[in-house]
């Protein structure tokens, strides 16, 4: 509990650092989410640590809008996006994914016959 309890403070603290170059940003983000729990002791509940990569959409200055599946090539008719929209207070780490630090690799040949 003492961890987290300064994790957040350093975060408040940060919290006007973490802005970001530009609107197509990839994003690393961990953060502290919400935890629904149904009939158990509500005094042994706490919150859990998530992760999510995706570009970064929209930023003020309380909260990011994450899209972590979007569209490459929209028809004229597809706007959608999926994502997440996480509270900057609850933000414990934030990376910015440069694309010269991917490595590609082919895991599975998905266009050839065995």
Not at 25 to 47: G, Q, R, T
Not at 52 to 80: A, H, Q, Y
């Amino acid at each position: 509990m003492a961890s987290r309890e300064c994790n957040k403070k350093q975060i408040k603290k940060k919290k006007e650092i973490i802005k970001f170059r530009g609107k197509t940003a990839l994003l690393y983000i961990k953060y502290e989410d919400h935890v629904l729990f149904l009939y158990c002791n509500p005094y042994e509940m706490d919150s859990c640590i998530r992760e999510v990569v995706g570009w970064l959409t929209f930023e003020n200055e309380t909260k990011i809008c994450i899209s972590s599946d979007r569209l490459v090539d929209p028809l004229p008719n597809e706007k959608r996006e999926s994502g997440f929209v996480i509270l900057k207070n609850n933000i414990i780490e934030v990376l910015e994914l440069l694309p010269n630090s991917f490595k590609q690799i082919r895991l599975v040949d998905y266009g050839q016959k065995a």
